[in-house]
């Protein structure tokens, strides 16, 4: 008689952290579906190809881009699934 070790121990796979099948938005506090992104970059820091990417519901895509255009970066708005790989310089004078 030989005994033959369990296999047991292999859990579920895990270790991817973002759900993108159900996205929500990136507002502090808010626990909505994500319509849009908010697609951004810091022009101090970012080169033009950086594309920094928030998500937002409705309500809240407003408040997101007046929060980054108020510091002066360049925004663009697209609706949920676009990849936007630049977004233009403002034109702030
Ligand atoms: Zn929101």
């Not at 159900?22 to 697609?39: F, M």
């Amino acid at each position: 008689m030989s005994g033959i070790g369990s296999a047991d121990g292999l859990g579920s796979l895990s270790g991817l952290g973002a759900d993108l099948t159900h996205p929500r938005c990136s507002r502090s506090g808010c626990d909505a579906a994500a319509t849009n992104t908010v697609n951004w970059r810091n022009p101090k820091i970012h080169t033009a190809d950086r594309v920094k990417v928030w998500l937002a519901c409705d309500d809240h895509v407003e408040y997101l881009r007046d929060f980054l255009e108020a510091r002066d970066f360049p925004v663009l708005v697209a609706p949920l699934g676009t990849v936007v790989s630049v977004v233009p310089d403002r034109s702030v004078r």
